[in-house]
């Protein structure tokens, strides 16, 4: 398996790319270690993973308290050992409207809420991989300079913004023997609530796509476990690209 024996933190676990994150994780032999907001929704993505066979633990933690963060990567490392893979994918808040729409408090609040979450986890874990010389720090959206597409608002500045950490992060854990690494998407329709308004995005990121098909779930969690594992050991800061053609160069 890719991962056995690895340790694996996915903040935001209980949503559908966490989720499929982490059951891929798992599947290749990482335990697991889901983080969220939510009891109840974290316990159904661990039963999932123990019922194929596979360990995951839960623990409901405030990503906006540094010292909750911390706390918690301390006790996995003291419970496994290692910490050797860690993922954010706790968003923003969306705001999907012309710039000139949003109120400069809304955006800035948006932007705070995602920069000090991805700052906080990766803080954490990056403090851990350091001193063991090893881990893999994965990040989801990714940054296409080459299309644009009006009314996004907040949410590729987002994206963006977190590239730009990305980056910093990658140069400055290099030495470490720190990977740092992006997952490209250009959406992911099974993410999308499963309700009429949305069948038209849904089919619209399908369209934009050079295969006809767009990325499903169980492909984020594929490419997620081959590039967290040693299999991936020369790809740092850099975006993997999973968007079946949708973006590109």
């Known amino acids: 398996m890719l991962l056995e024996d690895k340790t694996a933190v996915v903040y935001g676990a209980g949503g559908s790319i966490g989720s499929a994150m982490a059951e891929a994780f798992a599947a290749e032999g990482a335990n697991c270690f889901l983080v969220g907001r939510t009891a109840a929704t974290l316990d159904a993505v661990a039963d999932k993973i123990r019922a194929g066979g596979g360990r995951a633990e839960t623990a409901v933690v405030d990503v906006f308290d ?19 893979i860690s993922v954010n994918v706790i968003s923003q808040t969306a705001i999907f409207q012309p710039l000139v729409d949003i109120s400069v408090p809304d955006f800035a609040e948006s932007m705070s809420r995602l920069v000090t979450s991805q700052l906080l986890t990766t803080k954490a874990a990056a403090g851990h991989m350091i001193d063991q010389k090893s881990g893999v720090i994965l990040f989801f959206g990714g940054s296409d300079r080459v299309n644009k597409s009006p ?73 997620a476990a081959f590039v967290a594992s040693d299999r991936g050991r020369t790809l740092t800061s850099t975006q993997v690209n999973i968007s079946c053609g949708a973006v590109g160069d």
């Open 151 to 223: 009314g996004l608002g907040n949410v590729q500045i987002g994206f963006d913004t977190v590239e730009a950490l990305r980056r910093q992060w990658a140069c400055e854990l290099g030495p470490h023997g720190v990977r740092v690494v992006t997952l490209l998407t250009g959406g992911i329709p099974e993410s999308f609530p499963d309700i009429p308004e949305m069948a038209a995005v849904r089919q619209s990121l399908h369209d934009a796509t050079l295969l006809g098909r767009a990325a499903a779930l169980a492909d984020v969690g594929n490419v």
């Open 66 to 84: 540094a010292t909750a963060v911390a706390d918690h990567a301390g006790a996995v490392v003291e419970k496994t050992g290692s910490l050797d």
